[in-house]
């Protein structure tokens, strides 16, 4: 009985320690992207306007 509870805690630390590691290498380890601006010319086209855009326009009429 001794040793199963020795086992037990043993096993409670190794899982509570690897528990706390991880979740301090998960917030360690997040970046925020930095926001991209992107610069669009006013008449770039981005989309072509096929048959299938023209039937699905149609639709929702």
């Known amino acids: 009985m001794k040793k199963e509870d020795t086992e037990r805690r043993s096993f ?3 899982l509570i320690t690897g528990s706390i590691a991880g979740a ?5 380890g997040t970046v925020n992207a930095k926001d991209k601006q992107t ?3 006013s008449d770039e086209v ?3 306007e096929s048959k299938d855009f023209k ?3 149609k639709s929702l009429r």
């Open 12 to 14: 409670l630390k190794t």
């Open 24 to 28: 301090a290498m998960f917030s360690a």
């Open 39 to 41: 610069v669009r010319k």
């Open 46 to 48: 981005l989309y072509r």
């Open 55 to 57: 039937d699905y326009y």
